[in-house]
């Protein structure tokens, strides 16, 4: 952006000047005394404690309640790869929602390389300062490789949040339209229009959660994913074996053909005679932004309910429903890792908020709703204990 663009004036630059987080001290620092304990010599007598028994970092440092907030800049909100130094604004922010929305501090990390090597070989290094790492804004396919091995590699957990909230965002909001309608998840046809990082972590997420998934077809640019497409390798070859058990070929259009649920993850636009082929009583998720797949008016003409990404309509699938609990149940309860059943119960809990009072309009609770975070906490840290990854 040129800097004949910015308006001083303007409440967004004005709110962003300087930033939009700084380091406060937990400690008083007033008296020699003070110092002598914060810093040296007193410093020294928990380093040596701590070199000796690694495990006491989590009492006596801050990383019990650090996260890690790390992108490339290849996959910046709807703008694309506009590189690390201009995805920082939108990590200060992910930062900001997790200290106000589940008490964790967090750290924006923009790396300057988009090599999985490099990022993973960083990351590496840097997490002994944290108890989590976010990765947030990388790139399809790149971003499942980074995720996958970083798991492999760390004791702490690591989620990629494009992928896994909203994912787990979509799931509690597909289960409580679901219970509106008198429906199970089980019997649902659902199409999903996108295959990349949120695409295929929904689907995933879906079938987790009792979604059928000979009940799923998932579409990306060229069509329906099946075992019809034989240049499909990695995570699209996975879908396609596991997801449109009726073998069904073509484009969106054909997806919708008879189906419940559409969840748009894709930014393409899907026109209305497509949704006006679904079923009755059918369910629109048009997430992408800041233009939905389709308009939420025209898909209201056709179906029960809608949900977008945006704030503006009802519904919004926000991933700060998600995130900040997530990873305070995660740090609460010393996960190594981050599975799924933690997602699941994650969704469950954010389902369940507003579970006494749905509506067409109020499938999912406010972002802004201070219930939702604790919910989601204490059911993630249950989760995590009952499969044997948590450490307290």
Same mark, same amino acid.
């Not at 997806?255 to 636009?269: C, F, P, Y």
């Given at each position: 952006?040129?800097?004949?663009? =910015? ?99 967090? $750290? ?70 679901? @219970? ?9 046809? =659902? ?10 972590? $929904? ?29 499909? @390798? ?68 056709? =179906? ?15 991933? $700060? ?58 059911? =993630? ?12």
């Amino acid at each position: 952006m040129s800097s004949s663009t =910015v308006d001083p004036a303007d409440p967004v630059f004005l709110l962003h000047r300087g930033g939009k987080m700084a380091v406060a001290s937990t400690v008083p620092l007033t008296s020699r005394e003070d110092l002598s304990l914060a810093y040296t010599p007193g410093v020294a007598r928990v380093c040596e404690a701590i070199a000796v028994d690694p495990d006491l970092a989590d009492d006596y440092t801050w990383a019990a309640h650090a996260v890690a907030v790390v992108t490339d800049g290849s996959a910046v909100l709807g703008l694309g790869n506009i590189g690390p130094r201009a995805a920082l604004p939108v990590m200060e922010g992910k930062a900001v929602l997790f200290k106000q929305f589940g008490g964790v501090d967090a $750290v924006p990390i923009c790396l300057d390389t988009q090599d999985v090597d490099e990022i993973v070989a960083v990351v590496r290094a840097l997490a002994p300062s944290f108890g989590g790492i976010n990765l947030e804004d990388i790139s399809a396919p790149r971003c499942f490789e980074v995720e996958r091995r970083l798991d492999e590699a760390l004791d702490i957990p690591v989620f990629h949040d494009d992928q896994h909230g909203t994912a787990i965002v979509v799931l509690a909001a597909l289960r409580n339209a679901a @219970t509106l309608l008198n429906r199970k998840l089980g019997d649902l046809r =659902v199409a999903v229009s996108g295959a990349g990082a949120a695409g295929v972590a $929904v689907t995933k997420m879906l079938i987790a959660g009792g979604v059928n998934p000979d009940q799923v077809v998932v579409c990306d640019s060229k069509g329906i994913i099946g075992r019809h497409r034989t240049e499909l @390798t990695g995570t699209k070859a996975e879908l396609a074996a596991s997801t449109n058990a009726d073998g069904r070929h073509g484009d969106i259009t054909e997806a919708l053909r008879g189906a419940d649920v559409l969840i748009g993850v894709s930014g393409g636009q899907i026109p209305e005679s497509a949704v006006a082929g679904m079923a009755p009583d059918g369910i629109v998720f048009a997430l992408a932004n800041p233009t939905p797949e389709v308009h939420p008016e025209v898909a209201a003409r056709h =179906v029960a309910v809608v949900a977008t990404g945006r704030s503006d309509y009802p519904n919004q699938i926000n991933n $700060v429903l998600a995130f900040p609990g997530v990873f305070r149940g995660a740090l609460d309860a010393g996960a190594t890792r981050i599975t799924e059943a933690m997602k699941v119960a994650a969704a469950d809990a954010i389902a369940g908020v507003v579970a006494e009072s749905l509506t067409v309009d109020a499938i999912v609770p406010s972002p802004l709703d201070p219930r939702v975070a604790p919910a989601v906490a204490e059911a =993630v840290a249950e989760a995590a204990r009952r499969d044997g990854v948590a450490r307290r």
